[in-house]
């Protein structure tokens, strides 16, 4: 089956560093989702990428996917300690548009 | 807010019983999907409802089953609960492909 992979697991950094999360779909994606999930709270929607090669910021957050709609990437610059949380790809391919998670970024910054 | 309302908001079962969750869909959402997260884990597709059908089905076992009513709020039912059943149950609704929004989950403990 479909399957979504994200690494690093886990990334410590200092605040002020940069962070980039990858994912990777073993299939090719319609359109792909990211998350936050802060600790004790449920995944709340960031972005969707739908275009090959498309690339999105939202201030501090640049995310990209793939040319070939099988990998995504998010990319924040300068972490705040309010960047904390797993962060979640979720692309969507075939008839039924369910959403497939990849298996989450922690980000823990230290200030 | 997401306007996706889940309930209860924790629960303790014992092995062996049935549990219903509930979730209530944004308004204009014709499409709801069940996640369970496991702790430390992404979430799961367990199913998604479209239109009150059954619309895709991940890799959960008969017992788990659902409905989707004609106001489009669902129900996820649990029979012959497993300790491994305990996690966070999550509820999303969409519109068809859309961004998902999810309810605050919840927490099921079975013990």
């Known amino acids: 089956g479909q399957q979504v992979m994200q690494i690093p697991q886990y990334q410590h950094v200092q605040e002020g560093e940069d962070f980039t999360t990858y994912c990777n779909s073993s299939t090719t994606l319609s359109n792909i989702q990211w998350y ?76 | ?13 014992t092995r062996g019983q049935q549990v219903t969750l509930r979730c209530s869909s944004q308004s204009g959402h014709n499409t709801v999907s069940w996640y369970q997260q496991a702790l430390g884990q992404g979430p799961q597709f367990i199913f998604q409802y479209y239109r009150e059908e059954e619309n895709g089905r991940g890799n959960f076992p008969p017992r788990f089953s659902g409905l989707q009513f004609p106001n489009y709020s669902s129900e996820l039912n649990v029979n012959a609960l497993e300790l491994d059943d305990s996690a966070l149950y999550l509820c999303a609704s969409s519109d068809r492909g859309r961004r998902a929004f999810f309810g605050q989950g919840t927490r099921l403990t079975v013990v």
């Open chain 1, 36 to 111: 936050k999930q802060r600790p004790g709270g449920h995944p709340v929607f960031l972005i969707q990428l739908v275009k090959s090669g498309e690339v999105k910021k939202q201030k501090r957050l640049t995310f990209q996917f793939g040319e070939a709609k099988k990998n995504s990437s998010l990319h924040i610059t300068a972490t705040q300690t309010t960047d904390v949380g797993t962060y979640f790809c979720a692309g969507t391919g075939g008839a039924t548009n369910k959403l497939i998670f990849g298996t989450g970024t922690l980000l823990a910054v230290q200030p």
């Open chain 2, 1 to 13: 807010e997401t306007g996706v309302t889940q309930s209860p908001t924790h629960l303790i079962k």
